[in-house]
């Protein structure tokens, strides 16, 4: 997804604030809650309960990899006027590795991990102390993000929003399917693992899209359109 969403970036010359848009709504995907519920819906509850591993390094790419590369976009698209901002290869690297997204989400994992391999078990009160705090964190960021969606398509923008639909509903579940044949997943688990592979690379972009434009000053607009799917001008309402 990402793969694509640079290339479409160049094939339609977009600038920074846009550019950091659709690169990173090409590779978010929304395969938490909705794609979760899609799966169990449609291939039970054995299929559901493979989602973990499907997931397992999604967090990690995001804020070790996709929000760092909209934070780049967004300080192109803004340069500070007190420096200018270095983007050669090194310098990338060097900002992935300072970012506060993917210090919090590499330090988690190892953390995890260390006291997993520690053989230290899980506090019992640790359940209900996240049993409240991540619904409350959710909530926090839906309710954030929501203030800033527009259900509308801007017309400007359709060739764009109908290229990432290609690439969300034909390119990226195809590379995804081949992948998992390749990898021997046709067989798991009574086909369920393609059934997995299948519906969660298949999921739209949803409300993360809206995370990057917010935090690093990128197009908000761009972003709805994107989110909203177009297949031709329009301006009225889409949803």
């Excluded at 996709?66 to 192109?76: D, N, T």
Aim: with cysteine.
């Amino acid at each position: 997804g990402s793969l694509s969403g640079f290339i479409g970036t160049k094939l339609l010359a977009l600038p920074p604030e846009q550019a950091g848009v659709y690169t990173t709504c090409s590779s978010f995907t929304n395969i938490g809650a909705i794609g979760g519920l899609v799966l169990f819906l449609l291939a039970g509850e054995q299929a559901f309960a493979l989602l973990p591993f499907y997931k397992l390094f999604e967090d990690l790419w995001y804020y070790g990899v996709l929000f760092p590369i909209a934070r780049s976009y967004g300080e192109r698209a803004h340069p500070s006027a007190s420096s200018t901002p270095r983007f050669g290869p090194m310098a990338g690297v060097l900002r992935v590795l300072r970012d506060p997204f993917f210090l919090v989400a590499t330090s988690g994992i190892a953390l995890g991990i260390g006291l997993n391999l520690a053989g230290i078990h899980r506090p019992p009160q640790y359940g209900t102390v996240i049993s409240l705090l991540l619904p409350a964190s959710t909530f926090i960021l839906l309710f954030t993000i929501g203030m800033r969606i527009r259900f509308k398509v801007e017309g400007a923008h359709w060739k764009a929003a109908s290229m990432l639909l290609v690439s969300k509903i034909l390119l990226v579940p195809s590379a995804a399917i081949a992948l998992a044949l390749l990898l021997g997943l046709g067989g798991m688990e009574g086909g369920n693992g393609l059934k997995v592979v299948l519906v969660l690379a298949s999921m739209p972009v949803g409300f993360l899209g809206m995370v990057p434009p917010t935090l690093y000053r990128l197009d908000l607009s761009f972003a709805n359109s994107l989110g909203c799917y177009p297949t031709r001008p329009c301006s009225s309402s889409c949803r």
